[in-house]
């Protein structure tokens, strides 16, 4: 991480800020991060003005001073969390926790940090008076459920809320699931979203039971423990409920999901016992549960339809690296293969030859989980635009005071300006936290670009945006060297961007395309 600045005065080669640097080492535009104490600071310069904030990220840690500022925002080079430059607040998932922020004085040709300053306590903006929400229903406890309670509960509103989560963990990062946890790097305890304590007392209420239908005339939902909740409002974030293909022996205890903690819990467990995994569909998901698998030292081989995997989403190219990245760790592939069984030792592929396999895990896709909608009346989106639910550019639903986001919401891309319905983390904290903001009184669409990350070992893939297909990609640098920017057009249009080892090109895209929807709405 290059960072600039005196050689006297600094520790692991940051410098001091304390003892102050040249004011000729901050150039308008530059970035550089130091220590003030045991902080770590980042100094930056914009508009002549000097700004002293957190160095690092606080979702995952990533070093600010490698991301980028933009519309007064410096945006995160990992995961793409924002945060004010002027009040450290974390005004874009995934990020909830707020930067620090620091005095610093420019004085005599030096620039120097003195202390820290108080930073705003609340979103900006979020200032009507209290209890003037009503009550707020949040169905489902994932990630846009989960960052609506919070957003709003930051803006002092918590105690209007309830979530309603038929998970019997509380709210979770889904991400841990495939990644750090399943993996073995990351306890259990570190997945989780919000400190103990967030639900309950004074905070949104957490309630663990399961919505059996919704009651629009009453304005009410009805859960499955015989309550009867009465909303003002109502956030309908049900996600997606993975696919499991109708073959033979996928219903014995051997096969397994991936989509809730417990699903991972019940994986670890199998893993323990397992000496051999097989994977079905080589989906991101999939490929993700690979890689945990083989980190936990399995035989591990993967079996799809697909000629290369992820090619309809990356492209002929990407995919191949990124099927080469897991062939160099161990993993089997079985492409071009259909599953038609599993007996409880080994599946049978549609050309007769067999894969044994003592634990069997599936990547086969998800399904939005929209019954509850549909049972309700909402208008639903068309099968071939993706399904879901159907809502408008604020994400608002056919029935007044009702919201849906996340996997389940089908919303008006306003780039392409097609329904488009996304299953990215990132994307569904960030249409929670719009919904937070629109009861809350803003009145702005909802624009955000698409975004999602993908680990595979020691390599990560950014990809923005959204394109229908990878047909005819663009490619800049090298894939086979894991250092690229792949775009993909669509309509005569960039549409998404993929990137290995150029973050500050996936950010700079990231922010450009979300001025142009800004513009377009």
Do not use: N
């Not at 609506?148 to 998970?167: K, N």
């Not at 408008?392 to 009702?402: E, F, K, Q, R, V």
């Not at 319905?421 to 669409?445: D, F, M, S, Y």
């Not at 955000?448 to 390599?459: L, N, Q």
Request: charged share 25%; net charge negative; proline share 6%.
């Amino acid at each position: 991480m290059a960072e600039g600045g005196e050689k006297t005065g600094k520790t692991d080669d940051k410098p001091d800020f304390a003892r102050g640097i040249p004011a000729g080492d901050l150039p308008e535009g530059a970035m550089i991060e130091g220590t003030l104490g045991e902080d770590k600071v980042l100094l930056l310069r914009r508009d002549g003005a000097v700004t002293a904030i957190g160095a690092r990220c606080t979702h995952l840690g990533a070093p600010l001073a490698k991301g980028i500022v933009a519309e007064g925002e410096i945006r995160c080079p990992w995961h793409h969390a924002r945060f004010s430059l002027e009040t450290g607040e974390a005004v874009g998932a995934p990020a909830f926790a707020p930067l620090p922020c620091y005095r610093a004085e420019e004085r005599d040709g030096r620039i120097t940090v003195t202390g820290r300053r108080e930073a705003a306590s609340r979103p900006e903006g979020a200032e009507p008076a209290k209890g003037s929400l009503g009550k707020v229903v949040v169905i489902g406890g994932g990630a846009g459920g989960h960052a609506c309670a919070e957003w709003l509960a930051r803006a002092g509103h918590g105690g209007a809320v309830t979530l309603v989560s038929d998970d019997p963990d509380p709210p979770y990062d889904r991400t841990f699931c495939s990644k750090q946890y399943l993996s073995g790097k990351a306890p259990r305890e570190k997945t989780m979203l919000a400190p103990d304590g967030f639900y309950g007392g004074e905070g949104p209420r957490l309630l663990r039971d399961r919505v059996v239908s919704l009651d629009l005339g009453a304005e009410e939902i009805v859960t499955a423990g015989g309550e009867r909740l009465a909303y003002d409002a109502l956030v309908i974030a049900t996600g997606a409920a993975p696919l499991k293909p109708d073959l033979p022996g996928f219903d014995r205890p051997e096969v397994h999901t991936l989509r809730s903690l417990k699903d991972a819990d019940a994986l670890i467990a199998a893993a323990e016992k397992a000496r051999s995994v097989a994977v079905v569909g080589a989906s991101f998901i999939g490929l993700e549960v690979a890689a945990a698998m083989i980190a936990r030292e399995k035989s591990v081989t993967v079996v799809a339809p697909d000629a290369v995997p992820l090619a309809k989403v990356l492209g002929e190219a990407v995919g191949r690296f990124v099927q080469g990245l897991h062939e160099e760790k161990g993993v089997t592939f079985r492409l071009g293969r259909k599953v038609e069984g599993f007996d409880g030792t080994a599946l049978t592929l549609d050309d007769g030859s067999r894969i044994e396999a003592d634990l069997v895990v599936l990547g086969t896709g998800v399904s939005p989980r929209v019954d509850l909608a549909a049972a309700a009346g909402l208008a639903l989106a068309q099968k071939d635009d993706g399904g879901g639910i159907a809502v408008d550019a604020h994400l608002a639903t056919s029935a007044p005071g009702i919201y849906a986001i996340g996997d389940v919401a089908s919303y008006p891309d306003p780039r392409s300006g097609r329904p488009l319905r996304v299953e990215h983390w990132v994307h569904a904290q960030r249409q929670g936290q719009h919904v937070a903001r629109t009861l809350l009184g803003e009145t702005a669409p909802f624009t955000e670009t698409p975004f999602f990350w993908s680990g595979h070992y020691a390599t990560s893939l950014r990809y923005v945006g959204h394109a229908g297909s990878a047909e005819e990609p663009r490619i800049e640098g090298e894939v086979g060297k894991g250092d690229f920017a792949v775009t993909y057009r669509e309509d005569g249009r960039d549409a998404a961007l993929a990137t290995c080892k150029r973050d500050t090109r996936s950010l700079e895209v990231e922010a450009a395309w979300d001025r142009e929807a800004w513009a377009a709405v």
